[in-house]
Nanobody
């Protein structure tokens, strides 16, 4: 079993930056791929970025390429999402999740965090 806790969300002006963290409990975190998802009311949860268990394979949604960077530190059981040049369209609740499959998606992700709100003002 893996428990995930996100932090780092908040209110930021357009063009600003935030770094989200996802801290995992349990000794198997390093064996999972990690995905960062986001969701706005009325829309499906979408994968924003993902990273393989060994940090070799990154994935980015087209809308965040160049602006967002995903990383992980398996020794600290933590994954990160550095978000730069934020836009109002990035406003959402952001979730981290882990999956034993590549690439993570809402259906195959085994464990989820509670989510953290990111609000970008114009």
């Amino acid at each position: 079993q893996v428990q995930l806790v996100e932090s780092g969300g908040g209110l930021v002006q357009a063009g600003g930056s935030l770094r989200l963290s996802c801290v995992a409990s349990g000794r198997t975190f390093s064996t999972y791929a990690v995905g960062w998802f986001r969701q706005v009311p009325g829309k499906e949860r979408e994968l924003v970025a993902a990273i393989s268990w060994n940090a070799i394979l990154p994935y980015y949604h087209d809308s965040v390429k160049v602006r967002f960077t995903i990383s992980r530190d398996n020794a600290k059981n933590t994954a990160y999402l550095q978000m730069n040049r934020l836009k109002p369209g990035d406003t959402a609740v952001y979730y981290c999740a882990v999956s034993s499959l590549w690439r993570p998606n809402p259906a195959n992700s085994n464990y989820w965090g509670q989510g953290t709100q990111v609000t970008v003002s114009s």
